[in-house]
């Protein structure tokens, strides 16, 4: 693995490789046992878009493996001013060990690590969150104690999350439904994927789609960059809203995840949000555990 771009070029092995790093990561840092993995090492960060735990994810997660994370807000660079991502990436290889981004085009991030020459990994695009869906698996892991066999459910919108929440749940053998208006399905490279799994399910209906799930998912109705088509979304999202109605049909003992940040009252209600908030704020956190055990894999000399 050399860079972290989308979860469609992770093997199952990698993922779990990620996951286990990520516990031990985690137990590690609980118990006062340093691990300064990347000693010398630095992160640039790149964002062209807004974030809360990426950004302090990231930054923490540096510092706990004793590299240096480096936050370049793209309005700030050359690059906010036009400057190629080609000749970006060959620049920034000549100082940095790794770079984070969050933008809005897959493609810039893929150009990054064609033209560079050191580990990039992705904040968030358009089209998929890979971090944030290591960090669902490993809290999803936690409180089920495994991934096989459960079933993931996603209403919404089929944006990066729902793309990435698919290719990452069924890589780890589950079996995934999701439900979404028309006009707003995943992409359709995922769905190229995810036909060859039988475990597959693209439902109109969110009660068809939540029933019997072992974990419900969701997200905004409007995404960064979307804000102009809110209301217009509000309108076709209604009724796919995660309420109690819809939760009695998944299963008892089902968890609820949210990558946050939720709008209460529209995705999901803030009755089932508090229901569900440990385990949502457990997500929030794995972010740091994940997304170290993934900078070790990339930046580390021992992996
Ligand atoms: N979930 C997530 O990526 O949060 P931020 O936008 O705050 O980074
Ligand atoms: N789908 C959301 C996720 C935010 C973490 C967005 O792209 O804005």
Not at 86 to 112: A, H, K, P
Request: hydrophobic content about 40%; overall charge negative.
């Amino acid at each position: 693995m050399k860079h972290l771009l989308k979860l469609l070029d992770l093997t199952t092995e990698e993922i779990t490789d990620i996951l286990n790093l990520a516990d031990q990561l985690k137990y590690e840092l609980k118990h006062g046992i340093e691990h300064k993995l990347l000693a010398g090492k630095t992160l640039g960060m790149i964002f062209q878009k807004a974030s809360t735990r990426t950004r302090v994810s990231f930054e923490v997660g540096m510092y706990q493996l004793g590299g240096l994370p480096i936050f370049l807000s793209a309005s700030d660079m050359q690059i906010g001013r036009g400057e190629p991502v080609e000749d970006t990436s060959r620049v920034l290889s000549r100082y940095l060990n790794g770079i984070m981004i969050r933008t809005f085009e897959q493609e810039e991030v893929e150009s990054l690590a064609k033209y560079g020459n050191i580990p990039i990994i992705n904040g968030l695009t358009d089209f998929c969150h890979p971090c944030q869906i290591l960090a669902d698996l490993m809290t999803i892991r936690e409180v089920k104690g495994r991934l096989e066999g459960l079933k993931m459910c996603y209403i919404g919108d089929g944006n990066n999350m729902m793309n990435s929440l698919i290719v990452g749940c069924l890589k780890m053998g589950m079996a995934v439904s999701v439900a979404c208006p028309e006009g707003y399905d995943p992409d359709q490279r995922v769905l190229d994927f995810a036909k060859e799994y039988d475990c597959f399910q693209l439902c109109r209906s969110p009660k068809e789609a939540v029933k019997d799930a072992d974990v419900v998912i969701t997200d905004v109705w409007a995404s960064m960059g979307q804000e102009g088509e809110a209301e217009k979304r509000r309108e076709a999202f209604a009724g796919y809203q995660i309420n109690a109605e819809l939760m009695a049909l998944a299963h008892p003992d089902a968890m609820v995840q949210h990558c946050l940040p939720a709008h209460r009252g529209e995705e999901i209600t803030a009755e089932v949000f508090e229901q569900h908030a440990d385990e949502i704020f457990q997500e929030a956190e794995n972010r740091l555990h994940a997304q170290k055990a993934v900078l070790v894999k990339l930046l580390g000399d021992q992996q």
